[in-house]
């Protein structure tokens, strides 16, 4: 039997709704599962709505939700509309007397809807036709029965695990496995494992269904912020640079913490970009990490990287733009950003990696690509990736070896021309030598001879053109049939739910995932019958492939929400119906 | 080692006169004087007239972009804190584009040494305001009067954290180069605000005018005495302001990593 379960988590932002995601997460993989969770939040330390939606069986986001935990009335009202018919509802008792109108926290758009919707009843009327599973539970009693050994106050804290216990049995966890969940999760547990008796005391006699176990696998649980971090260490990193911003930090904190590399706080990403270009100029591996906000301020010495051939690795987790947008959404929005990044010809790397593996296998490429060419390399990443989490094999991690300072420092030239325009690398400290963001000689003088300038602005380029010929046949992947009525093109990730919406749709369709955006790969022959891009953004890889190739149609996601399978799924047969143009809404 | 040991083949390109010639000769001496080996003599600058001075000393240099040469030193000197790293800026350079970078250098003490080519104009872009023109001092190829009051660099650098804080004239070359090579031996964030008139567009800042008011301190002023003799303006005062030692950034950072900080002086 295959199972297959869409469920979320929801409470207050603060209220313990990541660790119940995390327990639920590692509770399923204890059982042989393969999950994936995604955090969605407001920008907000504490109070605002949040959710944790939970796959099990899959590694895409799939709609509506099997079940619900609710640990509070907005949770229901945001996710109303996402339950399955016959869903399995956890929530309060108190909350199902609770109108939309009562609730302040909640959004007056959100408040709009469900009025036009329901009028403004509680949800106990609201919910009164439905075939939901609902199980309410007396929470206050409940913590009440915890606060026997400490106060209300502290016990309260303990509710999301009550819900999230409640739940997983419900679903069909046994009450081992969800123990050894919350042991893996806290490292004083005791509390919240008494929270789990009493929950699960509750609930017991109601109907369920034991799951079969799956298939065990000895797998690292990880973010994308992890899993990145991970693989900075693993390749070597010997420092890195920050300015604090959502969704970037929590890979470098992870980094620092480890407390092998030189971690330095900025006091803006121009400089956070400046001291790591610096680090990698006296020879260490180095690298910084930010989104679109900063990403524009490091524009400048994207520029000075590629002029000055500094080698040099951007992280960039892209997040829901222009401006400061939704600062912890997602959005594909920085791609031609990437791209186009800094003033002049600046040619450079830019990787896009689909999932948490293809994230760690490209950090160490994008170390490998920067280091060989002398060019900055974008690692394009999504606030989506940062903070899902799913399970990464163990074996996944590269090591790469220290840079290569072999060359003589007599007569040392740091720009020496050669066949492929790549020159040995001293780094500052080994040879005399200038490093310049000026126009120069193969010494480094400044020179604004046209002869020398044009040298040195194809010996730049040249090592584009190089780098482009290593990577022609690792610049994208191509999964599902060759010979299609559709080819669907897509970037970064949306790669699972593309590749799970064509498994269920069972007619011929070519996926080709671009892994490397600059320089763009050569699609010409990949595109068979009518093209369609997806994409979390307003049709910036269509742009792209309309100039370098064709495009018949785009698959729009720009609600600052994940992607889901069965939204992949319709906008593919609007495609075949003759929509040019379709955009995808799901998601709370 | 001789200062005509640091020279190289450039043209050098500033306008006959100009108050950077002394900078670059008093700097060239005081690391020969010090015996700095050039390959660990690592020069970095921002962008204008001054930072030409990397092309013109032989060393391991770094011309970086407009107001970035701190980050990009900090970067060189916390990666290798063998290299003696120098950082050679005008004060639009280090002190308007650049001024977020100048304070958060103070605030970490890296051992950088700083030198101001403090000219009170951009000079490369023909002679706009720089930032420590006095106000409604007109210039000759400004439109109107400085509108803009005056930033003092010593006050900024005492209110940020540096822990040497001079100030000197590019025209008096001996007493530039001794300065330069007490701050060459001094660990941690130090600063030099060195006068250097622009011969072409400060009509008012002359060399001349400089000399009328300009004095040099006795002693390092005391602590009850050291903003006053900071802030004065009629008369300018010269020398050493400030001197203390405090842990560096990059021991710091090596403690927090549980490393044995390889106390390197680095001359």
């Known amino acids: 039997m295959k199972v297959d379960l869409s469920l979320a988590i929801g409470g207050f932002q603060g209220g313990g709704i990541e660790s119940a995601g995390q327990i639920a997460l590692r509770a399923f993989v204890l059982k042989g599962y393969e999950v994936f969770g ?12 949040s959710y944790y939606h939970i796959r099990v069986g899959g590694k895409a986001l799939r709609l509506p939700l099997d079940a619900l935990i609710a640990l509070d009335a907005e949770s229901i009202f945001t996710h109303l509309q996402s339950l399955s018919k016959e869903a399995l509802l956890i929530c309060d008792q108190y909350s199902l007397t609770t109108k939309a109108s009562e609730i302040p926290s909640m959004s007056k758009a959100l408040k709009r809807r469900i009025e036009q919707n329901y009028g403004d009843l509680s ?107 991970m693989a900075k260490i693993s390749s070597g990193l010997d420092f890195l640079s920050f300015y604090p911003i959502t969704p970037a930090t929590d890979e470098t904190l992870f980094i620092e913490k480890s407390g092998k590399i030189i971690t330095v706080q900025a006091e803006d990403e121009i400089s956070a970009i400046g001291m790591a270009l610096g680090a990698s100029l006296a020879g260490l591996r180095a690298s910084t990490s930010t989104s679109g906000p900063g990403f524009s301020l490091m524009n400048e010495m994207v520029s000075f990287a590629v002029q000055a051939e500094i080698p040099i690795v951007i992280t960039l987790w892209m997040r829901s733009s222009p401006s400061t947008g939704i600062a912890t959404r997602t959005s594909q929005q920085d791609l031609l ?89 001293l780094p500052i400290g080994r040879a005399t030598m200038i490093v ?96 369609l891009v997806i994409e979390s953004n307003a049709g910036q890889l269509s742009f792209l492939l309309k100039v370098h190739c064709r495009v018949d149609g785009t698959a729009k996601k720009l609600n600052a929400r994940p992607i889901y399978v069965d939204e992949v799924v319709k906008a593919i047969k609007a495609f075949m119906n003759g929509e040019k143009e379709v955009i995808m809404s799901e998601g709370v | 080692m001789k200062g005509f040991d640091y020279k190289t083949d450039a043209w050098i390109q500033w306008c006959p006169g100009c108050g950077n010639y002394g900078i670059l000769t008093a700097l060239r001496n005081a690391i020969a004087e010090v015996e700095i080996d050039p390959k660990k003599l690592v020069i970095v600058s921002g962008i204008g007239c001054s930072s030409r001075i990397v092309y013109y000393i032989r060393g391991s240099n770094v011309h970086t972009i407009h107001g970035r040469a701190i980050p990009v030193a900090s970067g060189i000197k916390l990666a290798n804190p063998d290299l003696m790293v120098i950082v050679a800026g005008g004060d639009g350079d280090l002190l308007g584009i650049g001024a977020g970078h100048f304070v958060a250098l103070g605030r970490r003490n890296i051992d950088l040494k700083v030198l101001i080519h403090d000219n009170a104009v951009y000079g490369l872009t023909k002679g706009q305001a720089g930032p420590t023109l006095p106000s409604a001092v007109k210039l000759r190829a400004m439109n109107y009067p400085n509108s803009h009051e005056a930033l003092n660099p010593l006050l900024l650098a005492f209110a940020s954290g540096y822990t040497f804080i001079a100030r000197a004239f590019a025209y008096h070359v001996k007493p530039l180069k001794d300065l330069i090579k007490e701050v060459l031996m001094h660990r941690g964030s130090a600063v030099i605000d060195i006068l250097q008139p622009c011969v072409t567009y400060n009509d008012l800042m002359t060399r001349d005018w400089f000399e009328k008011r300009i004095y040099y301190l006795d002693s390092l002023p005391n602590e009850s005495e050291l903003l006053q003799k900071m802030k004065e303006v009629d008369r300018i005062p010269l020398g050493v302001f400030y001197k203390i030692e405090k842990e560096t950034f990059d021991q710091k950072i090596n403690s927090i990593m549980g490393r044995k900080n390889k106390g390197v002086r680095n001359v």
């Open chain 1, 38 to 49: 995604s955090r969605e939040f407001h920008s907000n330390i504490i109070g605002a709505h």
């Open chain 1, 123 to 229: 949800l106990n009327k609201i919910l009164t036709d439905q075939e939901l599973k609902i199980v309410a539970l007396p929470m206050r009693d409940l913590l009440k029965e915890l606060s026997h050994e400490r106060s209300m106050i502290s016990v309260s804290k303990a509710l999301n695990v009550m819900g999230i216990s409640a739940g997983l049995y419900l679903l069909g966890l046994n009450k081992e496995t969800i123990k050894k969940a919350i042991e893996g999760q806290f490292s004083n547990p005791g509390i919240n494992l008494k929270a789990m008796e009493i929950a699960i005391e509750k609930v017991k006699d109601l109907e369920r269904k034991e799951l079969p176990d799956g298939k065990k696998e000895d797998k690292l649980i990880l973010s994308g912020n992890e899993a990145v971090a």
């Open chain 1, 337 to 425: 950003h990437a791209i186009f990044s800094g003033h002049g010809d600046t040619p450079k790397v830019v990787i896009a990696s689909g999932d948490h593996s293809e994230a760690i296998e490209d950090t160490a490429r994008a170390f490998e690509l920067a280091e060989k060419f002398q060019i900055p390399v974008i690692h394009l990443l999504d606030k989506f990736i940062a903070s899902a989490i799913t399970t990464v094999d163990k074996n996944a991690f590269r090591t790469l070896p220290k840079r290569d300072f072999s060359e003589n420092s007599d007569g040392y030239l740091r720009y020496k021309i050669t066949e492929d325009g790549i020159s040995p690398f």
């Open chain 1, 436 to 531: 310049s963001s000026l126009e120069h000689d193969e010494y480094g003088s400044a020179t604004e001879d046209p002869v020398d300038r044009e040298k040195m602005i194809l010996k730049r380029i040249k090592k584009l053109e190089k780098a482009s010929e290593v990577l022609s046949e690792e610049s994208y992947s191509v999964y599902g049939d060759h010979e299609p009525e559709i080819t669907i093109v897509s970037f970064g990730s949306t790669k699972n739910a593309i590749m799970e919406a064509i498994e269920e749709l069972k007619i011929p369709i070519k996926f080709v995932q671009l892994r490397i955006l600059s320089p763009f790969p050569d699609l010409s022959k990949e595109l068979v019958g009518k093209v």
